[in-house]
């Protein structure tokens, strides 16, 4: 896994935005990602880094499929939400759960909080490419 920030990760907020709007936009999440710059085609090295971080540490709760094991499946998770809130759920899940709306559903569905992987952003930015590609992007 990689430790580095990729430089299409994050950029910086809005500075015409107030910091409660930047911390309460319930699309992104609450966390350190507030911009993804999704890129296209896919980056095949980031798939295949995703796609090791997933089976290492997220297949025994999420499936590929839209079925709900321990967590919800990941089928067509980018189209449901955006790239900030998947990124920030990975990254900062402990707060999500407590303060995010979208986050206290999925916990109330699934009964069972998402442990902290303490994965870097540049893991969570390949898990997302991953997710990407799952859901039929090219």
Request: aromatic share 2%; proline share 5%.
């Amino acid at each position: 896994m990689r430790s580095d920030k990729p430089s299409d990760s994050t950029k910086e907020e809005d500075p015409n935005k107030s910091a409660v709007e930047a911390i309460t936009d319930p699309t992104k999440g609450i966390g350190a990602i507030k911009n993804v710059t999704m890129n296209t085609p896919l980056d095949q090295e980031r798939i295949k880094r995703g796609e090791e971080i997933y089976n290492m540490k997220c297949q025994a709760c999420h499936k590929l499929d839209d079925k709900r094991v321990v967590g919800p499946g990941w089928k067509d998770i980018t189209t449901r939400r955006k790239p900030e809130w998947i990124m920030n759920m990975i990254l900062n899940v402990d707060v999500m759960l407590e303060q995010d709306e979208e986050a206290q559903k999925m916990l109330e569905l699934c009964l069972m909080r998402m442990p902290n992987q303490n994965l870097s952003i540049g893991d969570a930015r390949d898990v997302l490419e991953f997710m990407r590609q799952n859901d039929g992007e090219k």
